[in-house]
């Protein structure tokens, strides 16, 4: 239960702590007090995103801070998986800087917004006046009968199943979408394989017939130059050898008479020996050298189909001719390894479907046998609610297709009138009616729920009289196993709270500012008396407030 609230420097407050106790609340004002800010104190404190209009100082920053009683709660495992220290009273706080930026904290422990509406989910529901709008949508109204099933653990089991189902289809729609790419050019890049591959093409088979090209190109100047060096080196009257022998013949003779010319002497013995093997070198090229007309066209026929496949495939290297060829080769491997992932992804598709199927069903059973419960509890409450001839069924259909919240579609049908027809909770209800309908709902959803705290935001709207006597008595009846808060503008639900919270603009100063206090029994009775609409309380106003606040 929420203990205490310590608000500062939020809207209209510029510094306010205010306790609660255990049963009902009642919150009272004239409109535009400022009631409204006090819910929203504690929905930023149950994880709402903060604005940064919020300071009532704009040089300061907002801090509110709430501490609720988590003993008897079983939230020790909560607090160990978030790395938070468990405390009987548990203290949450929200900081607002000037620069709207916020930070949350549970037990001084910096959290994030996930964390604070995990924690504040198990510790209060806020019903606003917005939610009341709400009951006549499918979400509202599914959601209503999963609480009242309990099929919180089986409806995230389900979800898990189906989102992991979708995500399978959705990848494999895609893998078979670049499947169907790929198959539309499969044809072309086997052929483009095919070809390349015929081809035979390497860089060493390229750059081997490169040069023989060049070679037999000029085969005529190549063999004369041949020719000539062998010539000169070894034929003629004078070749190179023979002159190097006689030098160093005569150097030799001397070599006994001085070191440096034995040395030179040396070295001209093995320049010799080296121009002898390149004269044989040469000689064997010569042989070599022998032009073939075949051969160059074999050659530049070679040739050509390497420059043809390679201006095909937009290439200047045979590198890159080679590298596009992978890139082919890779394709086709690709689309092999793609149809066996859309097997297996098929097979896995239609595992994740019957899982989500079995469980689409446990969830209807449990909603169809809740049905018929929950219509039986809630027209016994609206009939305490003044409302005994009102028809409440709920329609339950299963649809074709699967959503994350599975495949039933649900209606809440009502009609206020003896042997009317029912219709569609929106298009028959009052805004009186459709308040009472929600506080049943509320209130057998609570009996089922640990929820140790529950907000309600002037859940009388449109109502009076006995009515609101009645509502009165059941949200007493509620408080007493929890925490109610209730906003109110009616006297009769006024007088069932345990403590009476008093809200006010003072509008004396610069700037408003709106206060809260805690009323003792007299000063209910002046309030009470003031709600009854006697605005100079008369004496027979405080004894019909005296006599509400007996009952």
Known sequence: ???????????????????????????????????????????????????????FDTDKKCVLEGHFNCKNLNLESFFEENELDFENTGIIRREIGTNGKSRAFINDTPVNLSVLKAFSERMLNIHSQHESLLIAGSVFQLNTIDSFAGNQELLQQYKDRYHFWQKISKELATLKDENQ?????????????????????????????????????????????????VFELTESEQDILSRLKRIEQELSSCGDFHDEIKELSERISQAQIEISDIADSLQSLASKSDFSEARLTEVSERLDEYNRLMHKHKVNEIEDLIEAKIKIEGHLTASTDLDEKIARLEAEKAAGYEKVKAEAEKLHQKRKSASSQFEKELKNIIAELGMPDAEFLIELAESDEYSADGKDKLRFLFNANKGGKVQALSQVASGGEISRVMLAIKSM?????????????????????????????????????????????????????????????????????????????????????????????SENAREMAKELLRD
């Open 181 to 229: 790419r790929i198959n539309s050019d499969l044809d072309y890049y086997n052929f483009l394989f095919e070809e390349l591959e015929a081809a035979n093409i390497s860089k060493e088979d390229y750059e081997e017939l490169d040069q023989e090209h060049k070679w037999l190109l000029n085969a005529g100047k190549i063999n004369e130059a041949l020719s000539m060096s």
């Open 445 to 537: 959803i609570a009996e089922r729920r640990i929820l140790p705290t529950i907000i309600f935001d002037e859940i009388d709207s449109g109502v009076s009289g006995k009515m609101a006597a009645k509502m009165g008595n059941i949200l007493k009846r509620m408080a007493s196993s929890r925490q109610i808060l209730a906003v109110t503008h009616l006297p009769q639900i006024a007088a069932r709270g345990l403590k009476h919270i008093h809200v006010i603009k003072d509008n004396l100063g610069q700037k408003a500012l709106t206060q809260m206090l805690i009323l003792n029994e007299a000063e209910r009775i002046e309030e009470i008396a003031k709600m009854l609409g006697d605005e100079n309380t």
């Open 1 to 55: 239960m929420l203990k205490s609230l310590h608000i500062r420097n939020y809207i209209l407050i510029r510094e306010l702590e205010i306790s609660f106790s255990d049963g009902l609340n009642v919150i009272t004002g004239e409109t535009g007090a400022g009631k409204s800010i006090l819910l929203g104190a504690i929905a930023l404190l149950a994880g709402k995103r903060a604005e940064s209009d919020v300071l």
